[in-house]
């Protein structure tokens, strides 16, 4: 077993480039979706296949979704990093809690939407959790404006990671009025 245990909650979507690069890192990588062909897909494109492990579980099945993280950990040992691409913040908190009871200190990257933030909702997370906030912004040339690419996602969020900053934003949120539509 690698020492390191990583999660991306919503890892075979647009963060796919960001597991992939957790891998490549040292690290197991647990990845959370529901759609085995997105794993698999996944998998096909991993330097080392072992070390991606699919965790096939719907997030808003709380429940479910604790068992099969505690299982995850049986088998790879305690998350010490974990990024997260969730709406449900409900899910977000059970996942923190299920970590925090084996891992006293580690990273989560939470990554959101750009009108979260300017209006986010509450989320607690136990003290264990360091939190970041990695914010998808948008792209501005002059007065035209597009959402980011994925390739602009992933790679905006791997340098938040490295940066490990409480707030970091891809792309610019500023002026919110510019954004796309
Ligand atoms: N600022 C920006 O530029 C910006 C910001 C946000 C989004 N976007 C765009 O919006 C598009 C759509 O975003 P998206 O939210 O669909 O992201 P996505 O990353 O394409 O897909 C969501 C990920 O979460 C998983 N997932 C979704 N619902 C789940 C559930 N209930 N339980 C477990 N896993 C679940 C999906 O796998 P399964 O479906 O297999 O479960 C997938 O891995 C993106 O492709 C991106 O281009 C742009």
């Not at 604790?66 to 299982?71: A, D, V, W």
């Not at 709406?87 to 990257?109: G, H, K």
């Not at 980011?148 to 996602?153: A, Q, R, S, V």
Request: hydrophobic share 35%; aromatic share 8%; proline share 4%.
């Amino acid at each position: 077993m690698n020492e390191k245990h990583a999660l991306v909650i919503g890892g075979t979507g647009m963060l796919a480039k960001v597991t992939l690069w957790l891998a490549d890192n040292h690290a197991n990588v647990s990845v959370i979706g529901r759609t085995q062909k997105k794993h698999r897909d996944l998998i096909e494109k991993a330097s080392d296949p072992a070390q991606l492990n699919n965790i096939a579980v719907d997030y808003y099945d709380l429940g479910a979704l604790e068992t099969k993280l505690k299982q995850a950990m049986d088998r790879y040992g305690p998350i010490t990093v974990a990024v997260c691409w969730s709406p449900f913040y409900p899910a977000v908190e059970r996942i923190c809690q299920v970590i925090s009871e084996r891992t006293d200190n580690w990273q989560l990257y939470h990554v959101k939407g750009s009108r979260r933030y300017f209006e986010d909702e509450p989320l607690s997370v136990p003290a264990s959790c360091q939190y970041r906030s990695i914010y998808l912004g948008f792209v501005l040339t002059g007065n035209l404006s597009r959402w980011l690419t994925h390739d602009e996602i992933a790679g905006g969020i791997i340098e938040g990671v490295k940066k490990d900053e409480a707030r970091v934003v891809v792309g610019t949120i500023h002026p919110y009025e510019n954004r796309p539509r």
